[in-house]
T-cell receptor
Framework: KQEVTQIPAALSVPEGENLVLNCSFT??????LQWFRQDPGKGLTSLLL?????REQTSGRLNASLDKSSGRSTLYIAASQPGDSATYLC??????????????FGQGTILTVHP | DGGITQSPKYLFRKEGQNVTLSCEQN?????MYWYRQDPGQGLRLIYY???????QKGDIAEGYSVSREKKESFPLTVTSAQKNPTAFYLC?????????????FGDGTRLSIL
């Protein structure tokens, strides 16, 4: 069964700092990996989706990388702003096993960017 | 605007009562999903539907039921058999082949026990 782990559980940084969020998954047989943002009491907003054949995706100040063989992904946020404060969730769509076709989520990283 | 609408935003359930959470989408997506989120945990899949009049159990389906009579609607009923229903419930949808398409989420319904 696919399992997704995110480190750290919480992160607090000063405004302007570059930061990295980590995600690891136990089964490398995946179709894609997706990073989401969740604001308190809200639903999820998709940030980036990386197909299994891709190494990275970029959107503005966000860059996500994928190393499928080692079961790892990172989300890099450049020049962080207070508006980036939220919970960031990583999820994978599995290509095999009992988790086939399902989106499996990590528990999230709570990011706080203080002015 | 296209999107996913969940209602109500807050819901309270009495002991022994069934409650139904609404999820409507106007994105013309074939697939719809229900997830449960508990504090400090990731989302867990309750039920999903790839097409009208068909749905499958997810990882934690016990105590829940769904229907998919229309493409745009996928209501979730939390039955009295669900002994720990307090959670944040999220509905999502995706274009038919969800394996390579992102899932889009509603704003959630928070269910509490009276």
């Amino acid at each position: 069964k696919q399992e997704v782990t995110q480190i750290p559980a919480a992160l607090s940084v000063p405004e302007g700092e570059n930061l990295v969020l980590n995600c690891s998954f136990t089964d490398s047989a995946i179709y894609n990996l997706q990073w989401f943002r969740q604001d308190p009491g809200k639903g999820l907003t998709s940030l980036l989706l990386i197909q299994s054949s891709q190494r990275e995706q970029t959107s503005g100040r966000l860059n996500a990388s994928l190393d499928k063989s080692s079961g790892r992904s990172t989300l890099y946020i450049a020049a962080s702003q207070p508006g980036d404060s939220a919970t960031y969730l990583c999820a994978v769509i599995s290509a095999g096993g009992t988790s086939y076709g399902k989106l499996t989520f990590g528990q999230g990283t709570i990011l706080t960017v203080h002015p | 605007d296209g999107g996913i609408t969940q209602s109500p935003k807050y819901l309270f359930r009495k002991e022994g009562q069934n409650v139904t959470l609404s999820c409507e989408q106007n994105l013309n997506h074939d697939a719809m999903y229900w997830y449960r989120q508990d504090p400090g945990q990731g989302l867990r899949l309750i039920y999903y539907s790839q097409i009208v009049n068909d749905f499958q159990k997810g990882d934690i389906a016990e105590g829940y039921s769904v229907s998919r009579e229309k493409k745009e609607s996928f209501p979730l009923t939390v039955t009295s058999a669900q002994k720990n229903p307090t959670a944040f419930y999220l509905c999502a949808s995706s274009i038919g082949n969800s394996l390579n398409q992102p899932q889009h989420f509603g704003d959630g319904t928070r269910l509490s026990i009276l």
